[in-house]
């Protein structure tokens, strides 16, 4: 070969020769890159790097996305999730036919140079030379690993991937920068073990395990030679040699690594001749991949999961930390998901709502004590495919956490808190009030936290039927869920002693805003969420102590290392005389109130019906001293419609009220999930009676499992005030107007067992 080209000049090999020269002095040799002759002199000094830092870690460990499973409260699997489908094995758990077949196909002098291969450099170097273009590159293993790492950080971001693979001198000596250095801290077995675990087998899998597992369902200690040789063929190009849509190209490709490991002598000729011959046998198993895939409809606990890593700060300061722990995964997520109760909760959402119907059924169940969450149910199963009916709105939660915008209007679920609250003011459970069907009164007459007024002119509100007239005790006030009792009661309890008390039991809007101090919370005018009622009625199973929801028990990553979770916090938000009282009181809701319907019968069980405004939502949330249980149904797509004259789960309904549609399936998911050999009584307690003389109810009026809990949050004229008495048709008692504390009327004074505030 001539030492000078025509017009002088050194020849390409001989420029090549000087560039390595120059490079490997520097520190940094320019290797694998597909460059001309000419100009590399140049080249090589701008890639002079100067000073070699110590090597970054994650080089030496890089943390490899992997799958993060997440189990139940008994360890059984409820899904499995990941931005790469990888599961790192350590070298010992590779088929040594893969380590011989990857390292003969791509880097057959790999355990004999060091970071840099010399002679493959100018053998590289010199083919694009004499073809004046690209041709072939001289990437070693060690190299290729470099690389992958920036693009294993750069995770799905475009920008960062296109940076991390952009063909410049700058890159390359870096590359090769960091690929002297990981030859000589970890060694040429450790190197191939995290190649072999960092790379791309197409099929969406990462690394060779989640290779083997995708194209042949077997553990990559389990290969054989011919399997071997086709997954490291599929390296140069996933997309070409996919053996799944191309198996003709595939085989070609499986022949010529079998070929070039006889050449290397890994294996005899015969030995790939046999190979060769051998048909591909795919046994493919296709991913399964994110909380679509969950067991028992836990889809909707699975994202939950997902979002409360995501926002909780103990689990990374910022929402970019969170993001890059989640994304990373490795996880082993322990939750608190019941499987039984999940199954019952599923079971129960989809028994008596079809997934196709205009409405959907929530259903949630909190432990008492613990605040562990046991199940989540929805009518409308879990995924994208609306042709299917399928969502991912979370009917039970908040907005943050993947629900509605708002979150569901309450109805007369809420009258307890206000019971609650009234009992920890020393009201008796004996105070009754009497009223006419309709009620209106002044909004000045409620006081805010502020110390200011609710409001100018009236809050007209009325009972579910005219018929309801009379006086009414808080026991048979809870039992047939009057309107105008708890307008009342909350007037004498004061309006902020019931938003506090709100508050303390965890009730919390859905779009997480403040609550609102307008009377007509007392009757479920603050939307809030199925989890945020399973919570509070559970505070009255556990006698008077609130816990906040938690779904997570434990979360180990990678490396088997506990990660820190956040714990459920427990507070007292009443005394226990007073959740005892309303435990007792809400006995008499399924015994012979409105919530018969939903009444289990071998055991102590209490709840509330309600449905809101125009039957737009109805509830039923009830509780054991084991288990707490919310069960919304209403419209989920759109303007709320009014569930009048319609037909919900292949049945009709006149009506839909709180008693006859969710108590049912309360009824369901309790009984499925309770243990019939574990029934626990409420504390036993003697609840005040007042004088109650319920006027003008016929019978059908009377009908168990009508459900009377009708609110209005706007006033209207109703008629009747003629601007003479402050409350038309009612009878005052004495002590309401002036705030002393009613005593009883005739049971012996005093507020009763369990009634003295704190």
């Known amino acids: 070969m001539p030492k000078k080209r025509s017009g002088g000049g050194l ?21 694998g890159i597909a460059l001309p002759a000419a100009g590399a002199l140049g080249l090589a000094a701008k890639g002079t790097i100067e000073g070699f830092d110590e090597i970054p870690s994650n080089l030496k460990t890089p943390p490899l996305s992997q799958r993060t499973t997440i189990l139940d409260a008994k360890g059984g699997p409820i ?57 072939q590159g001289a990437s070693t293993l060690t190299q290729q690993y470099v690389k992958n790492v920036f693009v294993e950080e750069a995770g799905d971001d475009p920008d960062k991937v296109a940076h991390a693979t952009q063909q410049t001198i700058g890159r390359k000596i870096r590359e090769l920068k960091y690929a002297i250095q990981v030859e000589e801290e970890l060694g040429k077995k450790k190197i191939l073990e995290n190649y072999l675990n960092i790379t791309f087998f197409g099929q969406q ?171 989540m149910g929805q009518s409308r199963p879990y995924g994208l495919d609306q042709s299917q009916n399928e969502s991912v709105l979370n009917l039970a939660v908040d907005n943050r956490m993947g629900g509605t915008t708002y979150g569901f209007q309450v109805g007369s679920t809420f009258k307890p808190i206000t019971a609650a609250a009234a009992l920890e003011k020393g009201i008796s459970p004996a105070q009754a009030f009497s009223s006419g069907w309709k009620l209106s009164v002044p909004m000045n007459s409620f006081t805010n936290c502020s110390g200011g007024t609710a409001g100018s002119g009236n809050w007209d509100l009325q009972n579910e039927v005219a018929s309801e007239t009379g006086s009414w005790d808080m026991t048979s006030a809870l039992g047939k869920s009057i309107n105008t009792y708890f307008a009342l009661l909350e007037q004498k309890t004061g309006l902020c002693e019931t938003v506090e008390m709100a508050k303390k039991m965890g009730y919390e809007r859905g779009d997480g805003k403040k609550l609102g101090e307008n009377p007509s919370i007392t009757l479920g005018g603050e939307e809030s969420t199925p989890l945020s009622m399973a919570a509070a009625y559970a505070t009255f199973a556990n006698r008077g102590t609130y816990c906040t929801p938690v779904a997570i028990e434990s979360i180990t990553n990678a490396e088997g290392k506990r990660l820190k979770v956040s714990g459920s916090s427990c507070s007292q938000a009443m005394s226990q005389g007073t959740a005892d009282s309303i435990n007792q009181m809400l006995k008499g809701v399924v015994e012979d109130g409105t919530g018969t319907q939903a009444g289990l019968s071998d055991r102590d069980n209490a709840g509330k019906t309600g449905t809101t405004n125009d039957r737009k939502d109805a509830w039923f949330v009830g509780y054991t001293p084991n288990l707490s249980t919310a069960v919304w149904v209403g419209d989920d797509i759109g303007e709320k419609s009014s569930m009048y004259r319609v037909t919900i789960g292949g049945q009709y309904y006149d009506k839909v009220c709180g008693g006859c549609l969710p108590g049912p399936i309360w009824k369901i998911a309790m009984t499925g999930a309770l243990d019939a050999a574990e029934t626990p009584s409420f504390n036993p307690v003697s609840v005040p009676r007042g004088n109650t003389e319920p006027e003008g109810e016929d019978d059908e009026d009377r009908g168990r499992g009508r459900d009377r809990d009708r609110h209005d949050d706007k006033p209207r004229d109703i008629g009747g005030a003629g601007g003479q008495e402050p409350f038309p048709g009612i009878s005052i008692p004495p002590d309401l107007i002036g705030g002393g504390t009613n005593r009883g009327q005739g049971n012996g004074g005093g507020n009763g067992d369990g009634g003295d505030g704190p």
């Open 79 to 135: 899904a499995t999730v990941y931005s790469r489908d990888r599961t790192v094995v350590p070298l010992t758990d590779i088929s040594p036919y893969m380590q011989k077949a990857i390292v003969a196909i791509e880097d057959s002098r790999f355990y004999e140079h060091g970071a840099i291969d010399l002679k493959g450099v100018l053998r590289a170097l010199n083919r694009n030379a004499q073809s004046g273009g690209v041709s």
């Open 11 to 31: 020849t390409g090999t001989q420029q090549a020769a000087k560039f390595l020269g120059v490079s490997v002095l520097s520190g940094a040799v320019l290797a």
């Open 205 to 375: 899998a990462y690394g060779i395990e989640a290779a083997s597992k995708r194209y042949f369902s077997k553990s990559a200690k389990d290969l054989k030679l011919e399997e071997a040789a086709l997954l490291a063929g599929v390296v140069q190009s996933p997309s070409r040699y996919d053996p799944v849509n191309d198996m003709q190209e595939a085989t070609k490709r499986r022949n010529t690594v079998l070929q070039r490991m006889a050449e290397v002598h890994e294996i005899s000729q015969a030995e790939a001749d046999r190979a060769k011959a051998a048909p591909i046998k795919l046994k493919v198993s296709r991913p399964k991949n994110g909380c679509i895939t969950a067991v028992d409809g836990a889809g909707y606990f699975c994202d939950y999961v997902r979002k409360v890593i995501l926002a909780d700060p103990v689990y990374g300061k910022t929402e970019e930390e969170r993001q890059k722990l989640w994304n990373l995964g490795g996880l082993t997520i322990r939750t608190t998901l019941d499987p039984r109760a999940q199954e019952a909760a599923n079971e129960a959402a989809t028994s008596k709502v079809n997934k196709d119907d205009k409405v959907a059924a929530s259903v949630v169940q909190v432990q008492p004590g613990s605040g562990k969450i046991l199940s």
